[in-house]
């Protein structure tokens, strides 16, 4: 059973990942120094190096609450009921959510800190969830709905990177950029050609 001490420190802890979620959220990588969360937590300086750490113990703190949160995102969509076509329109549906929903924290994914351990653990999540659409696609191609001889690891890295290629375009610094209102249209297309690019067509 936790302490009063402990259960305090957990929620100082708490307070200041949020804080700096939230510095996140309003100005990006650059915005999330110690000091700083420090003065959105309402925290001593040393308090956050205490319960958190430095700021490269900060970005991988809130690298792994954005982990947690694209991972409940893409299980549920993975978990879905549906033949491979519904369940790969759901599973990209999923994942451009997250980033439409929780851009900043998609962005960290996409563009991580350069900080090793949370690159590792980025890649890791990365890895696992191309995983489960090369599952997927592998499930297409037994029953015959996808090109046999597309290979399910490479295609599921295509998609992936596909996917990122479009969703980007929400925070292009020129006219090309698409804000979250208005990418919705063009995120249907993508899933439309990219299930349509590995479906196998009729002999």
């Known amino acids: 059973m936790e302490s009063r001490t402990q259960r305090r420190a957990a929620s100082t802890r708490l307070a200041i990942l949020q804080a700096a979620e939230t ?6 990588l650059d915005a999330v120094t110690p000091e700083a969360v420090a003065t959105r937590a309402d925290v ?28 409940e ?20 549906a999923a994942y451009a959510r997250f980033a439409k929903e929780r851009p900043h924290q998609f962005r960290i994914l996409v563009e991580p800190p350069n900080e090793p351990e949370a690159l590792a653990r980025i890649a890791a999540l990365i890895r696992q969830q191309n995983a489960k659409l090369a599952a997927l696609i592998s499930r297409g ?7 046999a001889d597309l290979h399910p690891e490479h295609a599921s890295t295509a998609l992936w990177a596909m996917m990122n290629g479009v969703i ?13 209102d208005h990418i919705d249209d063009l995120l249907g297309t993508a899933i439309s050609l ?3 690019g590995i479906k196998r067509r009729g002999d």
Do not use: F
């Open 44 to 71: 001593a300086v040393q308090t956050l190096y205490n319960r958190v750490g430095g700021r490269s113990a900060l970005l991988i703190a809130v690298a792994e609450r954005a982990l947690e949160e694209n991972r």
């Open 73 to 92: 995102y893409m299980d549920a969509a993975y978990a879905s009921d549906g033949d491979v076509e519904t369940k790969l329109r759901c599973v990209a």
């Open 23 to 28: 510095l996140l959220t309003e100005g990006g």
């Open 194 to 196: 990219l299930t349509g």
């Open 168 to 180: 980007s375009l929400m925070w292009r610094p020129d006219s090309l950029r698409l804000d979250v």
């Open 141 to 147: 191609i037994d029953e015959g709905w996808v090109h």
